[in-house]
DNA sequence: TCAAGTGTACTAGTTTACATAGTACAGTTG
DNA sequence: CAACTGTACTATGTAAACTAGTACACTTGA
């Protein structure tokens, strides 16, 4: 399921937290899905279980898992809108990165093709 | 002219290098021009020789300035090219970022409605 | 000529974040 | 009751970032 790169830049923890984030968008992990335990994650991932005890705390923090003592962490009811609601908050990083985009001489077709190739091209005038 | 901020979690010497590019692309420093000296910037922004001395050896190595012992440090001449093309790279990140919005249920038209701010609107069909 | 300014290259030390190692305690479950 | 769970704590190691100080070779202007 998870897949830590131990050699990125990017802290463990923190691609833990990621790629949890992803998995509940995705569907993999629905409200109230009883994620891996601390210490089985550990032994999977060959890490020890104090850095998985820290991702599990930053989902808890924010807002995506609660835990229970004695029987697991699960996904929360408000994970998916939680997400969303940051994703939304990203855009204004996403305004920031077009104006450096901008400023460099990258024409405006060359972003919306980009978003065309994720977003689909469906625009029928009949939608 | 720059602005550091030793709280940050960007490392000093890459706010140095990142805020050198935007005054490469804003037209500030132009192909031929003297950047200031790593002694005189690094009296300015209160910051050790050494960690100036990081910022252009990066600057160097990315093909925007070129040194020369003695003299100083001088705007490459293809160094707005250089810049365009990374930013062209970075096109790819956007792209990743892009997929996470659409996983996340954030809708096409929010996400062009901020393209279309920072590009403006002009679709006149005379263009 | 020479003092001052320039880039560059070292060594040494501190601080912080990240990760590991080991231990411990309390709650839950079959 | 044994085995699992989350949580907390101390101690240690490592790497990156930054600071401090020194040194060398080159260029420039008075």
Do not use: H, W
Not at 6 to 14: A, D, L, T, W
Not at 56 to 67: H, Y
Not at 108 to 118: G, H, I, P, R, W
């Amino acid at each position: 399921m998870y897949q830590i790169d131990v050699m990125s830049r990017i802290p463990v923890y923190e691609q833990i937290v990621e790629q949890t984030e992803k998995f509940i968008l995705a569907g993999v992990l629905c409200a109230g899905d009883k994620i891996p335990s601390v210490r089985s994650l550990s032994v999977e991932l060959s890490v020890n279980p104090n850095t998985i005890q820290k991702a599990v705390a930053e989902l808890d923090r924010r807002g995506l898992i609660f835990s229970v003592p004695g029987k697991g962490s699960f996904v929360s009811e408000r994970a998916r809108d939680a997400l969303t609601a940051a994703k939304r908050g990203n855009l204004g990083v996403m305004r920031d990165k077009l104006r450096e985009f901008k400023m460099a001489g990258i024409d405006k077709s060359e972003v919306l093709e980009v978003v065309e190739e994720v977003y689909g091209e469906e625009n029928r005038a009949d939608d």
